[in-house]
């Protein structure tokens, strides 16, 4: 099969970017938006912030936030839910696909800090908080969990870059072992801290019951947010597996083969039952809060779409292709999930936010924020190219056959 033509590295080759350097679609277009992406940066830290967006004081948060932290941290969970299933839960078959999840949530959180130099300007900001903390922000809670899970994923990630060195530095061998004894420890520390943040960042937008609308403002936002945080990290390993298949299905040895459809019907099955939870608990908060009448509504008709389109849709669709096992059902649901999670973090954040306000003072992204959103993503898909083409994340090194 595929898997034959894996390129382990040598001391002598240690990199591979021959895969970069092909001129085909999919390059070229990466690098244009890496370009436009670069200058449109430029000209957002000389100039400045309002050169490039259509930020104001009545809407301070926009398509950065929305997209970049809400999106991209929700979507980074395949890595903690990953590690339960497998370290805490003991379900050790799914371990082939630990790495792929933790690389994904390593580049995802690593991001998310890129992505709010933006929205801050110094890079100096960023620490500001742990020198000046404010102990009853849930910001500054948001800020200090998602620094310290960063770190934990970046010990969990360097398993693999401290093989693919291995071959030239000898001595990274011990490193190694060590960060692999801590593994339980890590894992039951990243969860908490993911249960921690996941939350908050629904948190921050209980000081604005006037602005979000009734059918998506709730006391229960929270955990609102980490429920589907948890239905968006089993369906990113999906989704990420599907891209993966069709990408860079090359560099998977025979255990990653062997595993993936077990992995996608598994994740499938939790998923939807998580989705049918979420849908429940959105149902009954909709009832308990006498929000009904606002289902007549524009925006409650909108809301319906989410509901029934982007959370029992894919539930529905998980459910059958798990019992069916039918691999297209669950990729469709994957796919599903993953758009609703962005539609519903777009409602909180944007859609639904400020609704009151006439439609002439509505925030709506610049396309120059939209640019630097694609260029972040592209940012990510390329170095986690990079990573996938080098170090041992689809298959197992041979020289550390069956000890992960």
């Known amino acids: 099969m595929a898997h034959h033509s894996i390129v382990i590295p040598t001391r002598d080759k240690l990199f591979n970017i021959s895969e970069f350097l092909t001129p085909t679609p999919g390059n070229i277009i990466s690098a244009i938006i890496l370009a436009v992406g670069l200058v449109i940066t430029v000209i957002r830290f000389t100039v400045g912030i309002g050169s490039v967006t259509?930020?104001?004081?009545?809407?301070?948060?926009?398509?950065?936030?929305?997209?970049?932290?809400?999106?991209?941290v929700c979507l980074a969970a395949g890595g903690y839910f990953t590690t339960v299933a497998c370290y805490i839960m003991g379900m050790k078959h799914f371990?082939?696909?630990v790495r792929p999840a933790i690389t994904t949530a390593f580049l995802g959180y690593a991001f998310v800090v890129i992505a709010l130099l933006y929205d801050l300007g110094h890079p100096l900001?960023?620490?500001?908080?742990?020198?000046?903390?404010?102990?009853?922000?849930?910001?500054?809670?948001?800020?200090?969990?998602?620094?310290?899970?960063?770190?934990?994923?970046?010990?969990?990630?360097?398993?693999?870059?401290?093989e693919w060195m291995s071959c030239r530095y000898p001595w990274l061998i011990k490193v190694r072992k060590i960060v692999v004894k801590c593994t339980i420890p890590l894992t039951i520390f990243g969860v908490t801290l993911s249960t921690l943040h996941q939350s908050s960042l629904g948190?921050?937008?209980?000081?604005?019951?006037?602005?979000?609308?009734p059918l998506w403002y709730s006391p229960f936002m929270p955990m609102f947010f980490f429920v589907s945080s948890m239905a968006a990290g089993a369906s990113m390993v999906i989704f990420e597996g599907m891209l993966a298949h069709r990408g860079v299905h090359h560099y998977m040895d025979k255990t990653h083969l062997r595993e993936a459809d077990d992995v996608t019907?598994?994740?499938?099955?939790?998923?939807?039952?998580?989705?049918?939870?979420?849908?429940?608990?959105?149902?009954?908060?909709?009832?308990?809060?006498?929000?009904?009448?606002?289902?007549?509504?524009?925006?409650?008709?909108?809301?319906?779409?989410?509901?029934?389109?982007?959370?029992?849709?894919?539930?529905?669709?998980?459910?059958?292709?798990?019992r069916d096992r039918n691999l297209t059902l669950c990729r469709i649901g994957a796919t599903n999930t993953v758009l609703g999670i962005v539609l519903n973090r777009f409602n909180v954040s944007m859609i639904a936010f400020n609704y009151n306000l006439p439609s002439a003072e509505r925030y709506f992204p610049s396309i120059w924020e939209i640019c630097i959103s694609m260029f972040v993503v592209t940012m990510i898909v390329?170095?986690?190219?990079?990573?996938?083409?080098?170090?041992?994340?689809l298959y197992e090194h041979p020289d550390f056959k069956g000890e992960h």
């Open 95 to 97: 371990h082939s696909a």
């Open 382 to 393: 390329t170095v986690y190219r990079f990573i996938v083409y080098n170090m041992p994340v």
């Open 54 to 72: 259509n930020l104001s004081d009545v809407q301070p948060w926009g398509m950065w936030i929305g997209f970049d932290l809400l999106c991209g």
């Open 203 to 213: 948190s921050l937008y209980l000081i604005s019951p006037g602005k979000v609308f």
């Open 125 to 162: 900001r960023l620490p500001f908080m742990f020198f000046f903390p404010g102990t009853t922000s849930v910001l500054f809670e948001v800020g200090l969990c998602v620094a310290t899970y960063v770190s934990v994923l970046l010990i969990e990630f360097s398993v693999a870059p401290l």
């Open 265 to 322: 019907f598994s994740f499938a099955r939790a998923a939807s039952f998580i989705l049918f939870a979420y849908f429940m608990l959105k149902l009954i908060d909709m009832l308990v809060q006498a929000n009904f009448p606002y289902l007549f509504t524009g925006y409650g008709v909108w809301w319906l779409v989410e509901m029934l389109g982007f959370v029992l849709m894919p539930a529905l669709l998980y459910a059958k292709g798990a």
